[in-house]
């Protein structure tokens, strides 16, 4: 009636590909390493598993996903709402803040405001839980925006979901990559190839290449020139802020997420987060300071 599985049998090498991926357990939806670990038994349909591919670095770019948990996996909104009877989604990564309250019964309640995240996203979430008739205590999970995007917007939600979840109750988080969410939504109207970028600072852009409707890339850290260097068209979200020129030929496109999630249900977007933040292509390095007495040299203590 079960079936025995062993966290050697989840994780695998595609020698033909060079790319590693984990088997991710279908029915029980096992979360990270630690507790697939101890699974030991799955219900049969178990046996039925899908495979998430991680592509190794690459010398000349970034690759947010190598940064993930090997067995980190993502699941669809209707998986999420087949868990969770009453959900809440926070995107506060452009200037316009979107608040959404998503029901198992697939009933949704949304609100938007421009302006600060500090005010705008608890403005938008009262609202917003007044339209559902619902307190934050009858919230089962949080979903948001972890990036790219506003950094201070980003972690203005991930702030407001940790002390929500230690004050209230302990709900699980769930993230998703705005430039994510668009690749996947163009790819189902958009030619491919093209590529979705945002300003990233320093000459720098998040970017996600889509060279079909299923081959779509990780999120991607390039240089100014690599995004010369993309071919297909190029496109970029209208409410995002940006610090640099904005390459020539890119076309704003509308960031409205509830009308970019309407069509993609089943699309694996969301991966849990169990301390939730903004995201980080790399983790940030320190320079050791050490403390030194100043000395006046020979010259100084003359003059």
């Given at each position: 009636?079960?079936?025995?599985?062993?966290?050697?049998?989840?994780?695998?090498?595609?020698?033909?590909?060079?790319?590693?991926?984990a088997r991710r357990?279908?029915?029980?939806?096992?979360?990270?390493?630690?507790?697939?670990?101890?699974?030991?038994?799955?219900?049969?349909?178990?046996?039925?598993?899908?495979?998430?591919?991680?592509?190794?670095?690459?010398?000349?770019?970034?690759?947010?996903?190598?940064?993930?948990?090997?067995?980190?996996?993502?699941?669809?909104?209707?998986?999420?709402?087949?868990?969770?009877?009453?959900?809440?989604?926070?995107?506060?990564?452009?200037?316009?803040?979107?608040?959404?309250?998503?029901?198992?019964?697939?009933?949704?309640?949304?609100?938007?405001?421009?302006?600060?995240?500090?005010?705008?996203?608890?403005?938008?979430?009262?609202?917003?839980?007044?339209?559902?008739?619902?307190?934050?205590?009858?919230?089962?999970?949080?979903?948001?925006?972890?990036?790219?995007?506003?950094?201070?917007?980003?972690?203005?939600?991930?702030?407001?979901?940790?002390?929500?979840s230690s004050t209230?109750?302990?709900?699980?988080?769930?993230?998703?990559?705005?430039?994510?969410?668009?690749?996947?939504?163009?790819?189902?109207?958009?030619?491919?190839?093209?590529?979705?970028?945002?300003?990233?600072?320093?000459?720098?852009?998040?970017?996600?290449?889509?060279?079909?409707?299923?081959?779509?890339?990780?999120?991607?850290?390039?240089?100014?020139g690599e995004v010369?260097?993309?071919?297909?068209?190029?496109?970029?979200?209208?409410?995002?802020?940006?610090?640099?020129?904005?390459?020539?030929?890119?076309?704003?496109?509308?960031?409205?997420?509830?009308?970019?999630?309407?069509?993609?249900?089943?699309?694996?977007?969301?991966?849990?987060?169990?301390?939730?933040?903004?995201?980080?292509?790399?983790?940030?390095?320190?320079?050791?300071?050490?403390?030194?007495?100043?000395?006046?040299?020979?010259?100084?203590?003359?003059?």
């Open positions: 009636m079960f079936t025995k599985r062993r966290f050697e049998d989840c994780l695998n090498v595609d020698e033909s590909t060079n790319l590693r991926y357990c279908g029915q029980c939806q096992i979360q990270d390493r630690k507790s697939l670990a101890a699974h030991e038994e799955c219900p049969p349909l178990c046996n039925t598993v899908s495979n998430q591919y991680l592509p190794r670095p690459n010398a000349n770019r970034i690759d947010i996903s190598e940064a993930d948990n090997i067995v980190s996996f993502v699941l669809s909104l209707s998986q999420l709402r087949e868990r969770h009877e009453t959900l809440i989604l926070f995107d506060s990564a452009s200037t316009r803040v979107q608040v959404g309250v998503l029901l198992s019964n697939k009933d949704e309640y949304w609100e938007t405001a421009d302006g600060e995240a500090g005010s705008a996203l608890f403005a938008c979430t009262a609202s917003v839980l007044q339209k559902a008739k619902r307190e934050l205590s009858d919230i089962d999970a949080f979903i948001f925006c972890e990036g790219p995007g506003s950094m201070l917007g980003i972690r203005t939600a991930a702030m407001a979901l940790r002390t929500w209230l109750k302990p709900v699980p988080s769930y993230a998703y990559r705005s430039l994510e969410v668009l690749a996947r939504q163009l790819s189902l109207r958009e030619a491919a190839p093209f590529s979705l970028v945002a300003d990233a600072r320093r000459e720098m852009w998040h970017c996600v290449d889509v060279a079909g409707p299923t081959t779509i890339s990780s999120l991607l850290r390039i240089s100014s010369k260097e993309r071919t297909g068209k190029l496109f970029t979200p209208d409410t995002f802020r940006a610090w640099a020129a904005l390459p020539p030929r890119a076309e704003k496109i509308s960031y409205n997420i509830s009308a970019l999630m309407a069509p993609l249900s089943s699309a694996p977007l969301f991966r849990e987060k169990p301390e939730p933040d903004a995201m980080l292509h790399e983790e940030p390095s320190y320079k050791t300071w050490v403390p030194q007495v100043h000395r006046a040299s020979v010259q100084e203590s003359i003059s």
